[in-house]
T-cell receptor, first 113, second 117 residues
């Protein structure tokens, strides 16, 4: 079982719709959760971080965390063609000394004009 | 203002050569990382340094040797390059490793695309 799992997609949504991206993780000691966006040929760009159960909103983006289900999601409202990218879920554990992120393989989002 | 920078952006070289990639961050962060992104876009940690001290060394061939002259710089030297080393290498930094919220948020450099022929 992969530590962080994402559906590779592509997830195709029409412009203006809500895009829903999902991620599950295997290690219950995970403490920090991140969503990054990566355009083709570019570096990962931080969208949001979330640490507590529930929802966290930032503009058109909402991250949702459910630690009991080991599940984190990202909702993008009013999707735009410029949102077309690969979205990477990343998880950090709080064990001794380790602060590197474990990434999922990413979900490719296509927003159709 | 470039936060995390890497040089070179592209590196094309022959098998067996030795090459280095440099990374610098001007964010005042204590922790720096090297990640490798393969052709399937999977991003995997290689090394992590906190205040010039190595804290993570994943299962990476010992042909790869990181070096941190100060906490703002982390370089990666690769000996005897192999075809399988072709990938994009990303440097990243985070404020620290204390575990407090936000200290582990990582910011990535633009990447170095390494092609071994």
């Amino acid at each position: 079982q992969k530590e962080v799992e994402q559906n590779s997609g592509p997830l195709s949504v029409p412009e203006g719709a809500i895009a829903s991206l999902n991620c599950t993780y295997s290690d219950r000691v995970s403490q920090s959760f991140f969503w990054y966006r990566q355009y083709s040929g570019k570096s990962p760009e931080l969208i949001m971080s979330i640490y507590s159960n529930g929802d966290k909103e930032d503009g058109r983006f909402t991250a949702q965390l459910n630690k009991a289900s080991q599940y984190v999601s990202l909702l993008i409202r009013d999707s735009q063609p410029s949102d077309s990218a690969t979205y990477l879920c990343a998880v950090n554990k709080k064990d001794t000394g380790r602060r590197a992120l474990t990434f999922g393989s990413g979900t490719r989002l296509q927003v159709q004009p | 203002d470039t936060a995390v920078s890497q040089t070179p952006k592209y590196l094309v070289t022959q098998m067996g050569n030795d090459k280095s990639i440099k990374c610098e961050q001007n964010l005042g962060h204590d922790t720096m990382y090297w990640y490798k992104q393969d052709s399937k876009k999977f991003l995997k940690i290689m090394f992590s340094y906190n205040n010039k001290e190595l804290i993570i060394n994943e299962t990476v061939p010992n042909r790869f040797s990181p070096k941190s002259p100060d906490k703002a710089h982390l370089n990666l030297h690769i000996n005897s390059l192999e075809l399988g080393d072709s990938a994009v290498y990303f440097c990243a930094s985070s404020p620290g490793t204390s575990g407090a919220r936000g200290t582990d948020t990582q910011y990535f450099g633009p990447g170095t695309r390494l092609t071994v022929l």
